[in-house]
């Protein structure tokens, strides 16, 4: 079992739609999540943390967590095409380690 | 504030060649990352630095990768020799603490081997 899963995609979302984004890890001892968004040919950066179960609100990016069920997620409301990237899981492992999920490629279509 | 400053951003060099990268991390940041990302894949870290000794290397392939972080500042990360299957983004991150929230990447360094 990997260590982080996400969907690789293309999640292709129409625009003004809900895209939602998935990650489940295995180490339970996990206690703080990340999301990054990587633009092609660029570096990610960081969009959203969240630290205790439930739904976290920033803007149009709702991060919740789960930690009962090892799962963590990315909504993103009214999908913009420049929303279109490919967004990262990376929770913190029991030791201290950012393990970075492959991540899920999101197509917003105008 | 400065970012993360990295150089080169591209580099293209033969197999069996030896390659360095450049890191200049946020000032005032004590921990200092080295990922490399495959097309396709999710960065997996090579190295993490707090201040100048090193917390985790545990992936770092050390019969040809090698890092050091001289005064706590700057850090440099190469590749002796190289190998086709090096080709990739290198990227240098950093951030207060270990368990700082996020980390701030740099730009990447590209390289490919031929």
């Known amino acids: 079992q990997k260590e982080v899963e996400q969907n690789s995609g293309p999640l292709s979302v129409p625009e003004g739609a809900i895209a939602s984004l998935n990650c489940t890890y295995s180490?339970?001892?996990?206690?703080?999540f990340f999301w990054y968004r990587q633009y092609s040919g660029k570096s990610p950066e960081l969009i959203m943390s969240?630290?205790?179960?439930g739904d976290k609100e920033d803007g149009r990016f709702t991060a919740q967590l789960n930690k009962a069920s090892q799962y963590v997620s990315l909504l993103i409301r009214d999908s913009q095409p420049s929303d279109s990237a490919t967004y990262l899981c990376a929770p913190l492992s029991g030791t201290y380690k950012y393990i970075f999920g492959t991540g899920t490629r999101l197509k917003v279509l105008a | 504030e400065a970012g993360v400053a990295q150089s080169p951003r591209y580099k293209i060099i033969e197999k069996r060649q030896s390659v360095a990268f450049w890191c200049n991390p946020i000032s005032g940041h004590a921990t200092l990352y080295w990922y490399q990302q495959i097309l396709g894949q999710g960065p997996k870290l090579l190295i993490q630095f707090q201040n100048n000794g090193v917390v985790d290397d545990s992936q770092l392939p050390k019969d040809r990768f090698s890092a050091e972080r001289l005064k706590g500042v700057d850090s440099t990360l190469k590749i002796q020799p190289a190998k086709l299957e090096d080709s990739a983004v290198y990227l240098c991150a950093s951030s207060l603490g270990p368990l700082a929230g996020g980390k701030i990447f740099g730009p990447g360094t590209r390289l490919t081997v031929l």
């Open positions: 969240i630290y205790s179960n």
């Open positions: 180490d339970r001892v996990s206690q703080s």
